[in-house]
C-alpha cells in the first residue's frame, strides 16, 4: 500500500477532502536550480492539492491521518489511461489504413485519420471506464496519527 501523509479539511459525507502534507517535489531537491519543471512550477506557482479519501474512520477536520492507495489500483488506473488510448490509437490507423486507404487518398492519410479517430475513442473509452470504476481508485484513511485531536 502506498501512503502519505495528510490533513483533513472537509468533510463530505462519508468522504474526506485531504490536503496531502507534501508540497509536491520540485524545488525541494538538489537539483531544483538547474531543472526546467521547477522553473515552471516557480513560473505558474504551486497549487495545493486536496483529494477525496473514504473515511471509514470518521476522520474530523484538523486530523493529522494518513491515506494509503493498493499499488494494484495505482497500476490498473495507470494503465488504463494510458495503454487503452494507445491501443485503440494503434488499432485506429491498421483499420482505416486497411478499409479507407482508398477513399483517403492513400494508406498514410487513411492511418492519420485513423489514428486520430482511435486516440479520440481510446480516450472516450478510457473516462467512461474510469468513471464506472473510479471508487476502486480513491484512497481510503487508514488511521489517524496521534497527536491531532
Known sequence: MIEEN?????????????????SGGCSSCSASGGCGTASLARFFGQRTQQHY????????????????????????SSLMMYLVPLLAMIMGAIFFSQWFAESLQGQDAAALVGSVVGLTSGLGLAKFLSLRMRERFYPIITRILPGSR
Open 6 to 22: 495528510g490533513v483533513v479539511v472537509d468533510l463530505k459525507g462519508e468522504w474526506a477532502v485531504v490536503e496531502p502534507a507534501s
Open 53 to 76: 479519501a473514504h473515511n471509514p474512520i470518521n476522520a474530523k477536520p484538523g486530523d493529522q491521518v494518513v491515506m494509503g492507495l493498493e499499488e494494484k489500483a495505482l497500476l490498473t
